[in-house]
């Protein structure tokens, strides 16, 4: 009898650890985890920066606007180079980029011509010349960012500093009572500054940027600029 029960328990015994053997195969593989992925940087704009810029500008000036309204339209082309050091700030929410920005740039921006001009309706001829030495705005800057990419649009103020010469007139008074000097004059003249502009992220702190601004100085905004520059500006925080 001991020995019929000893081979009943072994042969359970058997039978049992076939099943869990059987039922274990028959389970689904154990899924092996997924490494985690990295988190990507989204690069950020926010920050107070500082920059340098250089390019050309061309445009047109009514000289004898510097020295006297009294005197009838005249104009031509004053063109020339620009470099400068920028400065900014400003702030990223979602896409969209707010700032103000600075600047001064000294310029070689010349211009001359020879022709009727009159003075209290009194005609002549006279020969002109003008230079501008500086050109400085504050402008406030608008733009939509996409990752290392920032498209903006920019207007603000201008301040130009110029000087206009005449070295020959015929038929117009100079220098005697109630009429301008005939030499030169200079002096800062307010205006107005507008544009657009592309900027690109190469690294967290250093972007590359590249703009069209349009300037309008003087009495009556009779200096008309268009500056192409490119620049560099360097992002402190974020």
Not at 70 to 95: K, P, R
């Amino acid at each position: 009898m001991k020995e019929l029960l000893k081979a009943s328990i072994a042969a359970i015994s058997i039978l049992a650890a076939g099943s869990l053997a059987a039922s274990a195969a028959d389970l689904p593989p154990r899924m092996t985890p997924m490494p985690a992925t990295a988190m990507v940087p989204v690069y950020n704009w926010t920050g107070i920066y500082l920059g340098i810029n250089g390019g050309y500008t061309f445009g047109k000036q009514d000289p004898l606007s510097l020295i006297s309204n009294n005197y009838s339209a005249f104009e031509y082309n004053a063109n020339g180079w620009l470099v400068g050091g920028t400065f900014g700030a400003q702030i990223q929410s979602g896409h969209v980029v707010i700032g103000i920005e600075g600047d001064i740039d000294w310029t070689n921006i010349k211009g001359s011509g020879s022709g009727a001009v009159s003075f209290l309706g009194n005609p002549g001829t006279a020969t002109l010349s003008s230079s501008v030495s500086s050109i400085s705005t504050l402008r406030t800057r608008v733009g939509y960012a996409q990752d290392n990419w920032l498209l903006y649009g920019t207007a603000g103020v201008a301040a130009t500093k110029a000087s206009a010469t005449i070295s020959q007139t015929v038929g117009l008074l100079c220098n005697v009572a109630n009429t301008p000097s005939c030499t030169s004059k200079s002096g800062l003249h307010p205006g107005l500054a507008a544009g657009l502009g592309a900027e690109y992220g190469i690294t967290p702190n250093m972007s590359a940027k590249f703009e069209w601004i349009w300037i309008g100085a003087g009495a009556g905004n009779t200096l008309y600029e268009n500056m192409m520059r490119a620049g560099l500006n360097y992002r402190f925080g974020g």
